[in-house]
Every structure is written in C-alpha cells, then in structure tokens.
C-alpha cells in the first residue's frame, strides 16, 4: 500500500495539465455530491433523482467551470492555498451560484424547489474550499524529515508584512512568531494573531527565539546588524522585500 510520501509524490511529479484535469473532475464530484445534499437536506430523503430533477445535476456538471477558470482556481497552487485562494473560491462560487439560481428561477423544473439554488452552491463552496485547505495540507506536510522549523520575524506589519506571514503559514518550514513596525499606534496589536513589536525591543524578540527575519524596508542593513548582534550563529537571514 502506498504510503501518504508516495502519493503526495506522484501528485506533485504529475504534468500541469493532468493535475488540473483533476483538479476539474474532483470539482465536478464534489458538486453532483452537493447537489444530492442540497436535494436530500431539502426534501428529508436519500434522494434518488427522477424526471426533470436531473436537470440541476446536468447544470451542476458544467456550469461553474467557466467561472473557476476565469478566477485562476485552476493556476493555483494547492499547496499555498490561503486567504486569496479563499477570495477566488467565494467569487467563483458566488457567481455561478446566482446563475444557476436564475435558471431555477426561470425555468420552474417540476419536483425542482427553488431553495436547491441557494443550498447547492453553499455546499460546494463548503467542499471545494475545504477539499483546497486538506489538499494543501497533506501537500507541504506529509513529506517526512522536514527541516527544523525555523522562527521568523517581519519588519512591516503593513499589508506586504501580512501577506508574507499569510505565504510563511503555508510553508512547514517556517513559524511567524511576530513582526516589528515602526508606528507606535501598531504595538502590541496583532496581526493574523502575531504580536507587532517595538523594533527597539528587536534583541529581545530575537533572543526569545526567533533568529531569521524578513525586513520589509529598506533597513536591511540595520536589522542585520541587530541579528549578527544577538544570533548564536551570527549568520542571520535577511530578504529583501
């Protein structure tokens, strides 16, 4: 049997094009199984579909492809899903969930309830999303011997510094333990849930543990000096944003 490595492996060494035929074929899966759920949740049955009911499960197989497409859900990397593969997965869904909506609003299937026009959509928002985070998971983490995790802290708690912490959380080999930021009125707030530091505490952070650091100014010099002052190694890493 192959072993979680194995398969992530194989997944990973697939060609392009083949991963996002099954990245489209799981999609497809994942929303016939809504659509059962939708119909099944609304009428109180196992739903055994019948008449013009196959009609919203025919809708289902291809009306979201378009919009999936047009939202890069099937450019992303799966192993750096985040807060912007979230954003495209909510409008892509969003917009075919109005669609096909109005399809059911227009057409008035027989033994069709309107309702499945808003349930089925929130359902596979709800699967294709989550399918996303676990694949993403399995993806960075189930490669065995993983470096040290390695504690990082960011020079900018601006935008640009969430956005790397954002990247940095999808990665096993970094833990984002806080950022530093020069206005007084970010301190000791928090960003994604990481402390924002007074720079002038910058020795202190560091020696509590983190030991790398991404500068998102330009003082990459002077926060270099900082960390050859205090790392045990005194070979600290600085990336210029």
Partial sequence: MASVFEIRTKLISLPRRQKQLLALFADIVMSLVAMWLAFSLRLDVDHSPQGYEWVPYGLATFLFVPFFIRFGLYRAIFRYSGASSLASVVSAVFLYGIIFS??????????????????????????VFGSRVVASQLLIRAAPGVATVKNVLIYGAGQAGAQVCEAL??????????FFDDDPAKHNWRVHGRPVIDPRRAADAIRAGAKEF???????????AVLAAVSDDNRPMVVRD
Avoid: D, K
Wanted: positive net charge.
């Fill in 102 to 127: 109005f399809i059911l609003f227009i057409a008035r299937f027989p033994g069709v309830p309107r309702s499945i026009g808003i349930l089925q959509p929130i359902l596979f928002f709800t699967l």
């Fill in 214 to 224: 991404i500068p998102l100014p330009p003082e990459a010099e002077l926060i270099a």
């Fill in 169 to 178: 959380a999808m990665t096993p080999e970094y833990r984002v333990r806080g």
